[in-house]
């Protein structure tokens, strides 16, 4: 049986291409060349070629068919149509942002995705809500126009070795930096759903081994438990044994946060993983906190470059003065805040039993 894998150098291409070959499969990975894996053993076939040209993706396939191919990189209408006839499954990578209001929550009422969003949820029509997203969407389509039998995955945010954009790296490179503090909006509770790469790849595994269910489906990935903003910091620092003071600000106030929040609002994004979970039995095979200890200790290992093109992604500056100024004038500010009498301060309701709730009566003790 042989394999193609446009891409396979991404986080999540060495996964699939070991899960290819442990299932029997001779496998091929067209990418660019300009970056290789050493995770990926000497059998595997290279062919370098751009994905992104239809020129150049033809002269390299010339007339090769393949019993598999996984379009994991590249420009996918082009691909998918140049695969037409080539291929017997096909199997592609696409994002979230196929959603309406995933990338603009503005435009839905009320504001924000709905929680989970499931495949069914309203996809973007309108290229003016979101040029990017309403781009997925058309690959989407140009893909089962051409192989109505396909399989398509909506990836959200990825983390783990090898990723391009690591929004981690805003967390790690202020504890290797000796930062004692870090600007959050609205004490971190924002969720943004996201996969650990070798989730996201044994999501594509059980979809090759479970055909006949995948056929002409599509289905959201990512990690079964999602963790807040917050969460996300404290485990990290706890990795790196760094003590961390989050600083709470309202959103329009905590700009250095942008950067990991990844959008402009600060509404939830939560995919609903019913249909990959009852259809292909999928499971995390890495809990979200080990995931994201690994990706602080590759991080560590593996510094990006100040003047490479992924701090130029992740657009943070990394600006400790501002930082500094900005929490010492909000500091300044709540303690300037006056005290504000209640003649009946409001409680948690009598149902809350935490700390700061109704004590127990007397009566009961």
Known sequence: MKALIIGG????????????????????????GRHE????????????????????LRDALGTRTFDITIAAYGRLRRIAVLMKGRTGRFLSVGGAPAYRGYMNPVVLHPQGLPIPTPEDAPLL???????????????????????????????????GPYQIAPREWCVVRRILDG??????PEDGLSINHCGYVENAAHAVLLAIDKPEASAGQIYNCGDERVLTLRQVIEVIA???????????????????????????????RVLDLTKLKAQLGYKDVVAPETGLEITAR???AHPLDPQGGEVKILQDPFDYRAEDELIAAWKSLCAQMPKVRF????????????PGGKPRSEKFN
């Open 343 to 354: 003649e009946r301060e409001p409680g948690y309701t009598s149902a809350y039993s935490g």
């Open 298 to 300: 590759w991080l560590k």
């Open 37 to 56: 894996v050493a995770e990926i053993p000497p059998s595997v076939e290279h062919i370098h070629s751009d994905p992104f040209s239809e020129v150049a």
């Open 179 to 184: 930062r004692r503090s870090i600007i959050v």
């Open 125 to 159: 029509t309108v290229e003016a809500e979101d040029g990017k997203g309403w781009r997925v969407v058309r690959s989407e389509e140009t893909v089962f126009e051409n192989h109505p039998g396909a399989t398509h995955f909506r990836y959200p945010h990825l983390y």
């Open 9 to 32: 150098t991404g986080p999540t291409g060495h996964f699939i291409v070991n899960g290819l070959l442990r299932r029997g499969y001779d496998v091929a990975m067209l990418h660019t």
């Open 238 to 268: 706890r990795e790196l044994g760094a003590e961390l003071e989050i600083v709470s600000m309202p959103w329009q106030f905590a700009l250095p946060a942008r950067p990991m929040i990844s959008q402009a609002w600060t509404t939830h």
